[in-house]
Nanobody, 120 residues
Framework: QVQLVESGGGLVQAGGSLKLACVASGNIKSINVMGWYRQAPGKQRELVAGILNLGIPSYADFVKGRFTISRDNAKNTVFLQMNSLVPEDTGVYYC??????????????WGQGTQVTVSS
């Protein structure tokens, strides 16, 4: 099994910054993808950014140029630096890890989520 623990959420004014962190523990495979999703009230969960264990990032269009994802493989930790935050970035941010598990080549493990609130 895999456990994911997020930290770093909070309340920030528009234009401000926050940095999220997620530590993975348990049976971590050598090849995986770690990332961040978010869910705003009344909306579906959506991908924010992901990064391969090789360090190749990808971003949703709505965060390009504002958010940066990075990871420390030695510590099984993924980070999300969020700059120029806007109220539309408000939501619960979930850490995600995709790796082979029980025959599924890309099984999703999830953290419990951390609240990010951006005030106008």
């Amino acid at each position: 099994q895999v456990q994911l623990v997020e930290s770093g959420g909070g309340l920030v004014q528009a234009g401000g910054s926050l940095k999220l962190a997620c530590v993975a523990s348990g049976n971590i495979k050598s090849i995986n993808v770690m990332g961040w999703y978010r869910q705003a009230p009344g909306k579906q969960r959506e991908l924010v950014a992901g990064i391969l264990n090789l360090g190749i990032p990808s971003y949703a269009d709505f965060v390009k140029g504002r958010f940066t994802i990075s990871r420390d493989n030695a510590k099984n930790t993924v980070f999300l630096q969020m700059n120029s935050l806007v109220p539309e970035d408000t939501g619960v941010y979930y850490c995600n890890l995709k790796q082979p598990h029980n025959g599924d080549p890309s099984y999703d493990f999830w953290g419990q989520g951390t609240q990010v609130t951006v005030s106008s």
